[in-house]
Structure formats: structure tokens, C-alpha cells
T-cell receptor, first 114, second 114 residues
Framework: DTGVSQDPRHKITKRGQNVTFRCDPI?????LYWYRQTLGQGPEFLTY????????KSRLLSDRFSAERPKGSFSTLEIQRTEQGDSAMYLC????????????FGPGTRLTVL | DAKTTQPNSMESNEEEPVHLPCNHS???????IHWYRQLPSQGPEYVIH???SNVNNRMASLAIAEDRKSSTLILHRATLRDAAVYYC???????????????FGKGTLLTVNP
């Protein structure tokens, strides 16, 4: 399978715990994006990497959120001290370096904070 | 960012054509019109994009009004697998810092009846 993969697909945690999600983009794509989607809403942009450089973070990404892409390949998104409001689908997408590019999305990680 | 307006929901019958409208009255001359769709429990997937001329691909057709203030995504023969949320998104590939991210609205929920 050469698509974008995300792990885990589902995560249930208790409020206050830390969680980490992983995204493996399509191998030749140097752009990687994280989005968050709550029920009934479209995805909202969180952050963007070009290779290993994190070039933009949305104001939605509070200090409790951190994302990395250490070698320009896979990426992790960590949420510290989770809150119930963090419950959402976290989507990862990748694209090649092309301004008209389409973004290829993974299946998402559904986070439930109890 | 230029905004788009879509109906919240639409209904169609299987094997009939579907016309999904999108209004974007504040579109700029360099904005491309992109469509993505999101099947249940999946990440969004690219459908089609265009600038001024009508566009066709294996999934759909995109009809763009002459003044570019509206567009219509056309599914020629809807199938049950086309039931999804359809998002109309404007992107300017030359806008520098913000051209890489997708700004989703709530989209149109398409129901296909057997």
C-alpha cells in the first residue's frame, strides 16, 4: 500500500494523559500536513512541514501540541495533558512539492478523551 | 481567504446525474477552484480542480461560470459509493505563505438513494 498511513486508528485516553500519533506519508512527498476534524465540521489546518522544517503552525495548535518530522519522512503529533475538547479526528496529508498539488490524506486517528 | 458557500445537503438517486453547486463571489483572478470529498470514516480525497475552463476527469466534471463566481461539480452517474461530503475550496498557488493548506468549509452532504 503506497498511501498515507496513520497509527493508531483509534485512541481512547483519560483527561490529563499524553498521547502521540504517527503519520507515514507517501514516500516521495516532501510536504506533510496535520488537520483536525470535529463532528459535523470540515477539517481544520494545524501545521505544515516541508521536509523536516515546520513552516507554519495554526493558532489552534496550543502549547500542549507539538509536531515533529525528524528526518523529513514520518511525522508525530503529540498532545500533552489532554482535555475533553481535544476529542476529534486527527488527519495527516502529504503532497509533492508542486503549488497545484493535490493532498493525499490518511484515514485519520480518532481521539476520544474521557 | 476567499470564501465558498455550499448547500448543507443534497439528495440524488443512483445512476442519475448530480450537480453540486458552489458560490464563490469574492474569488480572485488567481484562485483555483478545488473539490475534495470525504467518504464516511475516511480522510478527504481530491476530486478535481480548475481555473477558468470546464474540466473533466475520470471521477467528475467541473463547470465554471464565465464570471467565475460560481462552479458546479457534476457526477454523471451517481453510485452508492459517491455518498460523501463534498468540499469546494479556493486555492491560490502563487499566494506565497498560505498557498499550501486547504481551508475546508462544512461542505455538502450528498445522499444517494438506491
Amino acid at each position: 500500500d503506497t498511501g498515507v498511513s496513520q497509527d493508531p486508528r483509534h485512541k481512547i485516553t483519560k483527561r490529563g494523559q499524553n498521547v502521540t500519533f504517527r503519520c507515514d506519508p507517501i514516500s516521495e512527498h516532501n510536504r506533510l500536513y496535520w488537520y483536525r476534524q470535529t463532528l459535523g465540521q470540515g477539517p481544520e489546518f494545524l501545521t505544515y512541514f516541508q521536509n523536516e522544517a515546520q513552516l507554519e503552525k495554526s493558532r489552534l495548535l496550543s502549547d500542549r501540541f507539538s509536531a515533529e518530522r525528524p528526518k523529513g519522512s514520518f511525522s508525530t503529533l503529540e498532545i500533552q495533558r489532554t482535555e475533553q475538547g481535544d476529542s476529534a479526528m486527527y488527519l495527516c496529508a502529504s503532497s509533492p512539492f508542486d503549488p497545484y498539488n493535490e493532498q493525499f490524506f490518511g484515514p485519520g486517528t480518532r481521539l476520544t478523551v474521557l | 481567504d476567499a470564501k465558498t458557500t455550499q448547500p448543507n445537503s443534497m439528495e440524488s438517486n443512483e445512476e442519475e446525474p448530480v450537480h453540486l453547486p458552489c458560490n464563490h463571489s469574492t474569488i480572485s483572478g488567481t484562485d483555483y477552484i478545488h473539490w475534495y470529498r470525504q467518504l464516511p470514516s475516511q480522510g478527504p480525497e481530491y476530486v478535481i480542480h480548475g481555473l477558468t475552463s470546464n474540466v473533466n476527469n475520470r471521477m467528475a466534471s467541473l463547470a465554471i461560470a464565465e464570471d467565475r463566481k460560481s462552479s458546479t461539480l457534476i457526477l454523471h452517474r451517481a453510485t452508492l459509493r459517491d455518498a460523501a461530503v463534498y468540499y469546494c475550496i479556493l486555492r491560490d498557488p502563487g499566494s506565497g505563505g498560505s498557498n499550501y493548506k486547504l481551508t475546508f468549509g462544512k461542505g455538502t452532504l450528498l445522499t444517494v438513494n438506491p
